[in-house]
């Protein structure tokens, strides 16, 4: 693990937010164990191992009943980690692999039937190494007829030389942690109400209102991150998912506390039917439907 990566909470608080039946964890990670799934060569961090065994306990823990399982930067495009933690959950899990564009059919047929349902394409600099969007558009068109969808991880600055590739990708595009706003700015800047016209003018846009711990300057409860996630929650409701992000990857600033996470749940889905469509209806939908 890298010197000064923080791994995950030990101890989580039980949060007080009881979350509805059939509630998904519509982001998490699984990283190693290293010494049966090694990362990748060229990986730009090194996590601490988080089992699946470790994801189940806590998803039992928080009160959810199903996770949506995201392959993490550090392990490529091996997926071996997610396709193992999806057979071990079975209908209980389903995942978004990162692929190559040589990915052969047959492989694409394994992770399918493992319960895979979406690619990510990941923008963050910091992250990953560039690769020409043609190739990613290509892949675009493979997973299509999969009946996958697209994954999109980038920060608020990239959103508008980004933004005519989104509008060509041909399936349902999911946008990670609100497209990652600078929070200080507040809801009514520019650069936020830029991303809540792309989601209003694409239909087939959605995003997850995850990672407070990530945008937030303030720190826990991150309450300056809330009027963000509840301003989208509201105004596309049919349109957002929500994940803890465990064991929240390359975290530097302070140990998350699920609980803690799950507790403002209520804040930016004040109402019970909010909370239905943001924890179950939506993710049900578009991963298990």
Not at 87 to 114: Q, W
Not at 118 to 128: D, E, M, P, S, Y
Not at 135 to 152: D, N, Y
Request: aromatic share 10%; with cysteine.
């Amino acid at each position: 693990m890298d010197p000064d990566y923080l791994p995950f909470h030990p101890n989580p608080a039980k949060p007080t937010f009881k979350v509805p039946a059939g509630a998904v964890d519509a982001h998490c990670h699984v990283f190693g164990p290293a010494d049966t799934f090694p990362y990748a060569p060229k990986r730009k961090y090194t996590p601490c191992d988080a089992s699946k065994e470790k994801l189940f306990e806590l998803r039992d823990y928080l009160g959810f009943e199903r996770n949506v399982i995201v392959q993490a930067s550090c392990h490529g495009r091996n997926n071996d980690a997610l396709v193992d933690a999806l057979k071990a959950a079975g209908e209980l899990a389903r995942g978004v692999a990162v692929i190559s564009p040589d990915v052969s059919d047959e492989e694409l047929k394994v992770m399918d039937e493992a319960g895979v349902r979406a690619v990510r394409f990941n923008f963050v600099k910091r992250l990953v190494d560039a690769t020409p969007k043609e190739v990613f558009l290509g892949i675009a068109e493979r997973i299509a007829k999969l009946g996958w969808h697209i994954v999109v991880y980038f920060e608020a600055p990239d959103l508008e030389e980004l933004k005519p590739f989104l509008k060509q990708l041909p399936t349902t595009v999911v946008i990670d942690h609100m497209g990652r706003p600078d929070v200080t700015k507040g809801v009514d800047h520019p650069d936020f109400r830029s991303f809540v016209s792309l989601l209003a003018e694409n239909q087939n846009m959605w995003t997850k209102v995850s990672c407070p711990e990530r945008l937030t300057v303030a720190g826990p409860p991150y309450e300056d991150v809330i009027p963000f996630a509840r301003h989208l929650v509201e105004s596309f409701p049919d349109r957002v998912l929500w994940g803890t992000d465990w064991p929240h990857p390359n975290m530097k600033s302070h140990v998350p506390d699920e609980g803690v996470l799950v507790d403002v749940l209520p804040k930016i889905a004040p109402t019970a039917e909010l909370q239905q469509a943001l924890l179950v209806n939506n993710p049900m939908r578009l991963y298990w439907c």
